[in-house]
């Protein structure tokens, strides 16, 4: 672990004098809960603060009470005292089960409400209760609704240095979570919350796909109409994004995602559940299938994008530095250094961390306008560096593009340790953007260079097509 400073406050004015923006650690500073991820992270180098901002002795961060109407939990309370609270059994024993259902007994001592909802783990349990709740985060500075808080993978609508103070959870008629926990840290390979509000209407919120928290709204629609085991039959989960890994395959996830949504049901009253019965039949979009099956080799990822232009201008502009500039999302140089290569600064954001590559992009396979593969070698320095190669499909389809892409990344190095899921999450983000952007470049004519304005075009056709005569 790097030198830093520790600071243990006593007062909430303290604690937040201490972490204030331009105060004496500045951006540095961290908030310390029971340090059951942030400590894990410094040890592995994945975050280094300069200064350590113990909430420990903050007085009223632990208070678990009632409060206008709703049950209120302070972000230091920890998940062993959520799980023993009676007040929390009387309102909402599902919460207190979930509580109860993280980890071990050692970090359910530890870890606490406040630090889970911050760090925001893809897998973690705390994120779908509070979601299908409908809960209120109530922070140093303002209230933000659950439905607005959760941004992602390791992403919220935290400002920085902004502190949790604690949430509040409404009356409802009834919450269950219910995971399918990794053997070895029982965080959930899937978990499924499923909380039904006093007016009736049903929130669903899937934890454990890959990408963060989410909202099921298929199945809220359905159960809200019908709050029973015989509303979620037939109900297709292929609306979820999920990720694979090597613990299971995204329709496996997704699999799983209805089966505890409807074990939750049937625990909420909506019907007894016969048993090993396939509730949630796995199928997927065509369309996908089939670019699967065409082109998606075995390792790495990819998907399928339309977008609003034939496909030599889509070509064109995947070809264009400043277009591809614009496009890579955190991209802050990009130049040409020779007809079939581009050297790139570009700043990704992987979980906790912000990292700097310095990449090199080769063009390699060029069929215009049919397909090319790029090949990325990038490093982050002391952190490590990462490889790759994306390949990309181009098909007419009706004066449109249909784009299919495939991305394999590898990262060796401190960066490795950050495990296929959250890479692939993160490249799966940045190259949805990145067809975005283009996408919406393209739509609006921005991205369309000509041959003359590019003129290393022509160099590039001529270096790959000697007598193509363009
Ligand atoms: C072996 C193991 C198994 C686990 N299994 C599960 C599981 O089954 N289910 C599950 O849900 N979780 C699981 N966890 C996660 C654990 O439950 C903790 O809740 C989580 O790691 C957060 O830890 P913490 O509360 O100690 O926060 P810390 O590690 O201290 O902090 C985490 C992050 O939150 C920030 N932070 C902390 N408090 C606040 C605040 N009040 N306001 C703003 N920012 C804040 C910190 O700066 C840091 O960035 C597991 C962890 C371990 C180590």
């Known amino acids: 672990m790097s030198a830093l400073e520790f600071a243990r406050p006593a007062s909430l004015a303290q604690a937040l004098a201490l ?50 109407q709703s049950l209120s939990i302070g972000a230091m309370a920890t998940h062993a005292a959520v799980a023993a609270s009676d007040l929390v059994k009387r309102w909402a024993p599902g919460l207190a089960l979930l509580a109860g259902g993280i980890a071990d007994e050692q970090v359910r001592q530890m870890g606490t409400l406040g630090g ?14 509070v979601l299908a709740a409908g809960a209120t985060l109530v922070t140093d500075q303002r209230q933000i609704a659950a439905a607005d808080y959760f941004q992602g993978l390791y992403t919220t609508a935290l400002r920085p240095g902004e502190l949790i103070l604690g949430v509040r959870f409404p009356r ?3 919450l269950r979570y219910l995971k399918f926990e990794q053997p070895a840290s029982r965080f959930a390979l899937v978990g ?3 909380a039904r509000a006093l007016d009736g209407s049903v929130r669903v919120a899937v934890t454990g796909l890959g990408l ?35 613990h299971a395959s995204a329709d496996y ?3 799983l995602a209805g089966v505890l949504a409807a074990r939750c049901v049937s625990a909420l009253g909506g019907g007894r559940l016969p048993p090993h019965a ?8 065509a369309l996908v299938a089939q670019h699967c099956a065409e082109t998606m080799p075995e390792d790495g990822f990819g998907d399928v994008q339309v977008l609003a232009a034939a496909p030599a201008q889509v070509w064109q502009t995947l070809l264009d530095a400043s277009a591809l500039q614009a496009s890579i999302p955190g991209c802050e140089s990009l130049v040409q250094t020779r007809a079939d290569a581009y050297e790139a600064t570009v700043k990704v954001g992987l979980g906790p961390l912000s990292v700097r590559f310095k990449s090199e992009v080769l063009l390699s396979d060029l069929r215009p306008p049919q397909s ?58 940045l190259a949805g953007e990145f067809f975005e952007r283009m996408g919406q470049a393209l739509s609006s004519g921005q991205a369309s260079p000509s041959l003359q304005t590019a003129p290393w075009w022509r160099r590039l056709i001529r270096f790959f097509f000697p007598s193509s005569g363009k």
């Open 372 to 429: 090319l593969t790029l090949v990325l070698r990038a490093s982050a320095g002391a952190m490590g560096s990462g490889q790759g190669q994306a390949r990309v499909r181009l098909e007419p389809l009706h004066g449109q593009t249909r784009l299919h892409w495939w991305v394999q990344v590898q990262l060796s190095g401190r960066l490795a340790q950050f495990g296929n899921r959250l890479v692939e999450a993160t490249a799966r983000k």
């Open 19 to 68: 972490h204030a923006p331009g105060g004496p650690a500045g951006d540095g500073s961290m908030w310390l809960a029971g340090g059951q991820s942030l400590l894990a992270a410094m040890k592995l180098g994945m975050a280094s603060p300069a200064r350590l901002v113990d909430l420990q002795d903050v007085p009223g961060l632990r208070d678990i009470g009632e409060q206008d």
């Open 192 to 194: 499924v919350a499923v």
């Open 172 to 174: 409802l008629q009834g």
């Open 116 to 129: 889970s909802l911050a760090h925001n783990d893809p897998a973690a349990c705390w994120p779908a209760g």
């Open 253 to 255: 996830r997704r699999h």
């Open 212 to 246: 963060g928290v989410v909202r099921w709204p298929r199945a809220e629609q359905a159960l809200s109409r019908d709050f029973s085991l015989q509303a979620l039959q037939g109900l297709v989960t292929d609306d979820l994004q999920a990720l694979a890994d090597l």
């Open 278 to 285: 396939p509730l949630a039949p796995r199928q997927r979009p």
